[in-house]
């Protein structure tokens, strides 16, 4: 997977998650791959206006932006576990999880309802980024 320049791979997600921050800061991609940028989507900025505009919930999955190309969700997942190290127990147990579209489609509503239920008994509001009425809390 070719890259442009030296942050050309993003990683957008819920920092207020302790789970997604967590999953986020523990993966390592391979260095042929490029250098890995977490941002926290609660920043808001030029990058969450690309992932509303292409009508993405940043509440329902984190996106990963590769150059010009955005991957969310289980396909999010499913591109980092190609692109990991598979250095540390961590990488070796997502790669192997995450490895298959197939298995990683089937995961993530079950990682996402997990983490909803967790920001919902933290107190955490959504993002929002969308904009839709009455979704403020999880």
Same mark, same amino acid.
């Given at each position: 997977?070719?890259?442009?320049?030296?942050?050309?791979?993003?990683?957008?997600?819920?920092?207020?998650?302790?789970?997604?921050?967590?999953?986020?800061?523990?993966?390592?991609?391979? =260095?042929?791959?490029? +250098? !890995?940028? &977490?941002?926290?989507? #609660?920043? %808001?900025?030029?990058?969450?206006?690309?992932?509303?505009?292409?009508?993405?919930?940043?509440?329902?999955?984190?996106?990963?932006?590769?150059?010009?190309?955005?991957?969310?969700?289980? =396909?999010?997942?499913? +591109? !980092?576990? &190609?692109?990991?190290? #598979?250095? %540390?127990?961590?990488?070796?147990?997502?790669?192997?999880?995450?490895?298959?579209?197939?298995?990683?489609?089937?995961?993530?509503?079950?990682?996402?309802?997990?983490?909803?239920?967790?920001?919902?008994?933290?107190?955490?509001?959504?993002?929002?980024?969308?904009?839709?009425?009455?979704?403020?809390?999880?």
């Amino acid at each position: 997977m070719p890259v442009t320049g030296p942050a050309d791979i993003l990683l957008v997600y819920d920092r207020q998650c302790p789970a997604c921050d967590l999953y986020c800061r523990l993966t390592r991609i391979r =260095e042929d791959c490029g +250098r !890995l940028e &977490l941002v926290d989507a #609660r920043d %808001g900025g030029e990058v969450l206006r690309r992932i509303t505009d292409a009508g993405l919930d940043i509440d329902e999955g984190m996106v990963l932006i590769v150059g010009d190309a955005m991957y969310y969700g289980d =396909e999010a997942i499913h +591109r !980092l576990a &190609l692109m990991s190290t #598979r250095a %540390g127990l961590f990488n070796r147990i997502a790669f192997a999880a995450f490895r298959s579209e197939r298995r990683s489609r089937r995961l993530y509503p079950l990682l996402k309802a997990a983490r909803n239920l967790l920001l919902r008994l933290l107190g955490r509001r959504r993002i929002n980024n969308l904009g839709t009425p009455g979704n403020e809390r999880f």
